[in-house]
């Protein structure tokens, strides 16, 4: 067994089952988590996480002898489901839980952004993409796509590189008007094997407000959006959906 302290409401253990192909992710208590003292600290429900079993012979994708950092996982089963009380968007489960390119692509109002972003999974060889998206009763819109690449080596050198600079996304999302380095997000949050860019829309935004977490995970890529109209995208779900997703592809 091996535990893995993080800060944030993200904070898990992760416990070997089995052949050690699954594990079982749950939250430790709140006043073990440091700089997080109390239950009303605006954390999500999220329900108890498993990973899906490996195919026989198979290593985890940070493991030992992994020189490509493969996910043989099921993608599908490696996205963050909804939280408790949230509502799903059950459009973004795809068709047999693969989400078709265009619906992707449909994040991207500007023509030119979205045929750039269109030629360029095209170039990078992408292979699925899954997602999942769900409502709160605090009005949070929550999209997470996990895409899928033949190598890391095309996700570090040809899509992250792309998508992203230290300053500002380079295609905008729907929604964003305009984005700036996320200066809340923790260092002491990062998962090991995961390279993460986070960005928020700064003030004055428009009628809403939207958080942008990007996740380098090997061959997988991660885009995760928050959105609420009429109000601020609270930072504590965003970092724990960020971090939670991210040790689910770690």
Known sequence: MRAVTRWVAAVAVFAAVG????YGIASVERGDVPGLATEADG??????????????????????????NAHY???????LPAPAGAKEDKALRGEDGWLETTDYLAEYPDD????????????????????????TPD????RVYLLHFATAE?????IASDTVSYSTPSYLVRGVHDAVQDEEFPEAAAVSGIKRVAYTEPAPHGPEHVRLGYLSAGDVYAVIIQSRKGGEV?????????VLQSQLLG
């Open 19 to 22: 052949t050690g192909t699954a």
């Open 43 to 68: 954390r999500w429900d999220y329900p108890e996480l498993t990973l899906p079993p490996l195919p026989a012979g198979s290593p985890g994708p940070f493991a030992e002898g992994n020189r490509e």
């Open 73 to 79: 996982a099921d993608l599908r089963a490696l996205v």
């Open 112 to 135: 030119d952004h979205r045929e750039q972003v269109r030629q360029k999974l095209v170039d990078t060889g992408l292979r699925h993409i899954a997602a999942r998206g769900w409502t």
């Open 139 to 142: 009005g949070v819109s929550t």
């Open 154 to 158: 095309m996700v570090d050198a040809q």
């Open 234 to 242: 609270p930072a504590v779900p965003f970092q724990q959906t960020v």
